[in-house]
């Protein structure tokens, strides 16, 4: 990261009051054309309809409701149905087909290493860049954070977490500690991170994706109390499906968003730069489950409307205009080229831009021609639905005029043949495109040696013979009951440089089992070996702030054991973490597998 740069007292007394002139004198602290800070704010699983600026009497939300009424609404903002395609294209700028990223899981989410992010645009224009939460889009390097534009990182590379308080987290490529709720923890980080940054010379961009309200529903009482027990007001439109335990706790866990998003705005209020710092808030797909989202058809997963589209909000003090609402449709696509366009740097040109400038809808007078009509794509495997500034084209080849119809209630396709017959031509062909996207990067092995270090987790492991992973979803994920010496643990490796490299492994062991020896193989070239000595059986983590009683998520700590140096040669194959001796009723549980050039 670069270095804050401080002044003396004098001198900076007298820059003080020239910008205080300068200000002065424009009417705008940022009319002296210097490049504006930026926040970007993303959740995870938050429906439209879970703000009350949505119309949701069930909960307040008014620290992110003030951007709307400070900012612009952008009314038909559109995002991807899951997790890591939405991050890519808002990083990329591009549809996510195109950048490696085809799912949530077992590697889909890794952004390719060629594709170039708004944090590669904004570090080469001269902003300090930092991230905090939840990445989604790769963890060894090349595709780490770290790797990938932001000099800061502070949160986890995975799909999801398994628990919400004091957990193992991600510092820069390192492991620490985190402290309290993830939430208020990941907002703890990009405070100190804009405190900090306020001070120096160069403007930052700061990218805090939170985590929640993704399962699981862990929410401090503190949060939880409000909500505990009550029939919501306003429910899903077909109410037979709402598990209200989860729209209790989800409520909770916006609840906690809009407090944080309350800390990050009163920092940047503090430190004097509000009107300097454009802000963005959306979030990643439709809600984790059936609850009010206005008559919106659809959840996440989905390619309605409920399942794609977002709530977005943009505020700049003095620039963007308070309280207006924008009904063109845009998406997560046009987020690098419009924070760009404010900010005046260049755009990638490595490869071509799926999204476009918003700034001409805006900031109107800057408009020197008609916002042209265009056309959104979404794709859900081999289904892909269309949205027109006026109509949906769905998956299933209905049309809707979603203006009228927001909960895709009546099919109108009998009377524009014309549109639909364009639509479905459009359809097919980027289903084409995509299924041939997909199966490009379907086989592509981790990367080990890209980095001085790297961690591979066993989400990213194949288990084999009796091992069971600790919850249904790969995502955080540990392995357990080995209990027969001919099972073993493989990663797909792609080995970037040859040499040297102590392993490590992060294990449980109970007592009965110590004395056992695992080893570690690369193909038949090179095996090293290691008895397990100590034991460390931890209990799992107190799940009693867990909402939802059926949870499948389950969470302990892990200790270290060096293996000892293997040599890896460059090139793909296949790390295998085996059984030498078994002296007790099962090998060891396992979480993740280090391996740090020598």
Known sequence: MKESVFVNAPVRSLHCLLLVL??????????????PNVLVILTDDQGWGDLSISGNTNLATPHIDSLARDGTTLDAFYVCQVCAPTRAEFLTGR????????????????????????ADVFTKGGYTTGAFGKWHNGTQPPYHPNDRGFEEYYGFTSGHWSHYFDV????????????????????????????????AEEPFFCYVPYNTPHSPMMVPDRWYAKFDGIDPAMRHRDPGKEDLLMTRAALALCENIDWNVGRLLRALEKEGIEEDTIVIYFSDNGPNSYRWNGDLKGRKGSIDEGGLRSPFFIRWPGEITEGRHLPQIAGAIDLLPTLADFAGLDLPNEKPLDGRSLRPLLIPEDNQADWPERELLSVRRKQVSIRTQRFRYDAAGKLYEIASDPGQRADVAESHPALVKRLAKMAESYIKETQAAFAANADRPFTVGYGPVTQLPVRDAVEHGSIQRSSKAPNNSFLHSWTDPADSITWDVDVGASGEYEAVLYYTCAPENVGCEVKLSMDSTAEIRAIVTEPFD????????????????????????????????????????????????AMVDVHSLVLQKI
Do not use: W
Not at 24 to 35: D, V
Not at 97 to 114: A, F, I
């Open 538 to 585: 931890p209990t799992h983590y107190d799940k009693s702030l867990e909402r939802m009683p059926e949870s499948h998520y389950h969470m302990k700590d892990f200790q270290p054991i060096t293996l000892g140096t293997i040599r890896l040669d460059k090139g793909r194959g296949t790390l295998r973490l085996g059984a030498a001796k078994m002296t007790g009723t």
């Open 22 to 35: 300068l200000t002065l004198a424009t009417g705008s602290s940022h009319a002296n054309n210097s490049k």
């Open 95 to 118: 549809y996510y087909p195109r950048t490696g990223v085809s799912g949530v899981t077992r590697g889909e989410g890794r952004l390719n290493p060629d594709e170039v992010t708004v």
């Open 168 to 199: 193992p987290m991600d510092h820069n490529g390192k492991r620490v500690r985190g402290e309290g709720f993830i939430i208020d923890d990941i907002t703890d980080k990009a405070v100190a991170f804009i405190e900090r940054e306020s001070k």
